[in-house]
């Protein structure tokens, strides 16, 4: 079955950038979009943007232009996340989503970004 | 991109049936079909369980339902049970990008 794995939690201080993976298994990655969702603690969802597996087109919200950059290795079916210039303002879940026709699923287990000084 | 309006809370007895709204705009609900429902208990990863607006997934309860009138989409939950009890977003696709909606928690009475 398809299923993505996430790299493990992360503290980062003010200004550094962290770099977050997620892995595929169990279906064809280059075929997909993979999407990347947040979840600031007690907050809702927020949509991050996209990577392209096979081509690695991607698009971002327009909030994180500048900031963030998402890349993949189709070697390793792994797509990666990086956000820059971290704030207390980042500090969330950040969740990996295969997505196809705008069905977002399965998901990733999440990984915690943690920013504090 | 704002998010999609949802109210920030429901509530229903148990058997009732319940609807959430997702109010958004010309240039994403107004404009695709591409409008997903995911159901999120506490502490846990979001489940999908409607797509393309009306569609359920295999694995969704069929007590979970889906609509869409103009720029807003609807999640309809007949027969409230326990389990029901949860945070509930909407997503549209809004051409190349997508945004989610605020979020609505569900509490069974």
């Known amino acids: 079955q398809v299923q993505l794995v996430q790299s493990g939690a992360e503290v980062k201080t003010p200004g550094a950038s962290v770099t977050v993976s997620c892995k595929a298994s169990g279906h064809t990655f280059a075929g997909y979009y993979i999407h990347w969702v947040r979840q600031a603690p007690g907050q809702g969802l927020e949509w991050v943007g996209w990577v392209k597996a096979n081509s690695g087109e991607t698009t971002y919200a327009q909030r994180f232009q500048g900031r963030v950059t998402m890349t993949r290795d189709t070697s390793f079916s792994t797509t990666y996340l990086e956000l820059t210039s971290l704030t207390s303002d980042d500090t969330a879940v950040y969740y990996c989503?295969?997505?196809?026709?705008?069905?977002?699923?399965?998901w990733g287990q999440g990984t915690l970004v943690t920013v504090s000084s | 991109q704002s998010a999609l309006t949802q109210p920030a809370s429901v509530s229903g007895s148990p058997g009732q049936s319940i609807t959430i709204s997702c109010t958004g705009t010309s240039g994403d609900i107004g404009a695709y079909n591409y409008v997903s429902w995911y159901q999120q208990h506490p502490g846990k990863v979001p489940k999908l369980i409607i797509h393309g607006v009306t569609n359920r997934p295999s694995g969704a309860s069929n007590r979970f339902s889906g609509a869409k009138s103009g720029n807003t989409a609807f999640l309809i939950i007949s027969g409230l049970q326990a389990e029901d009890e949860a945070d509930y977003y909407c997503?549209?696709?809004?051409?190349?990008?997508?945004?989610f909606g605020t979020g609505t928690k569900v509490t069974v009475l």
């Open positions: 989503v295969r997505e196809d026709r705008g069905m977002f699923d399965p």
């Open positions: 997503n549209s696709y809004t051409g190349r990008t997508y945004v």
